[in-house]
């Protein structure tokens, strides 16, 4: 059980930027895929973007798709979540999760969790 914490968080203007990162306890993520998932209140879990940690590309929702960058550092310890021109719809818990299945945008594919960041967009 790889422990995943997210940070970043925050309560942001509508069109704002904010990034979010996601840290793989100090070490080094092992697994294909890194995403990032949101929930809003009274709506189902959904994907947002994922990034492959060992030479794959990075692929979005389309809700985000030319708003949000993901991307992993160079150590290899940390996803983050550029997200820029934030609407009020962008309002959720954001998760990051991890999966073996490159390009996986199922929720019940992903393996490790973290607990959630809030971000809140108002206008």
């Known amino acids: 059980q790889v422990q995943m914490v997210e940070s970043g968080g925050g309560l942001v203007k509508s069109g704002d930027s904010l990034r979010l990162s996601c840290a793989a306890s100090g070490r080094t993520f092992g697994h294909a895929v890194v995403g990032w998932f949101r929930q809003a209140p009274g709506k189902e879990r959904e994907f947002v973007a994922g990034?492959?940690?060992?030479?794959?590309?990075?692929y979005y929702s389309a809700s985000v798709e030319g708003r949000f960058t993901i991307s992993i550092d160079n150590a290899k310890t940390t996803v983050y979540l550029q997200m820029n021109s934030l609407k009020l719809e962008d309002t959720a818990v954001y998760y990051c999760?991890?999966?073996?299945?490159?390009?996986?945008?199922?929720?019940?594919?992903?393996?490790?969790w973290g607990q959630g960041t809030q971000v809140t967009v108002s206008s």
């Open positions: 999760a991890a999966t073996p299945y490159q390009g996986s945008r199922q929720e019940w594919q992903y393996n490790y």
């Open positions: 990034v492959g940690t060992s030479g794959y590309g990075s």
